[in-house]
């Protein structure tokens, strides 16, 4: 203890930051993995019905006419990635929701960077651990994670 009462500064213990960025790539791993395997296997909600039938067009010509026609409500851009999405997988599960669970990644990481920046690498990493938890839990976990991306954007 110091002459104020405080501990001194050089007694306090802080992890390495390679054990906070191994940490770090953990979660993102699970969280990608956990995502992964849940876009695969659940089956289509109504508003990724509507999402599909947009993207599935073929071409984006005929994806901007159904957006025309009130077919759904995002932005060309979500549908411009979804197209392609849809190109590049087999499975249309795992290809319509990859985009939102590779969102769901870099929210990850911009709350560890933003706590990281307001408090030490220990906080942030909780905080990461938290908003790790939010898509795993509830009733309408299996919705889209862009949502999750949203609130953060509303935090920041």
């Not at 104020?4 to 960025?21: C, W």
């Not at 909780?126 to 954007?153: D, I, K, V, Y």
Request: aromatic residues 12%.
């Amino acid at each position: 203890m110091g002459a104020s009462g405080k501990p001194r500064e050089d007694k306090l213990r802080t992890p390495p930051n390679s054990l906070i960025t191994a940490l770090l790539i953990f979660l993102l791993a699970y969280c990608l993995m956990r995502l992964g395997v849940a876009a695969r296997l659940n089956p289509f909600w109504y508003d990724e019905i509507l999402t599909r039938a947009v993207a599935a067009q073929t071409s984006l010509a005929g994806a901007m006419r159904a957006l025309l026609d009130g077919v759904d409500s995002h932005t060309p851009f979500f549908y411009l990635i979804e197209f392609y999405a849809l190109r590049l997988f087999k499975n249309e599960e795992f290809a319509l929701r990859l985009p939102s669970v590779l969102a769901f990644a870099i929210a990850l990481l911009c709350v560890f960077t933003y706590a990281k920046r307001r408090w030490t690498e220990v906080g942030a990493l909780g905080c990461a651990a938290c908003w790790l938890q939010r898509p795993f839990r509830g009733t309408r976990r299996r919705q889209g994670h862009t949502a999750c991306c949203w609130h953060l954007s509303l935090w920041l």
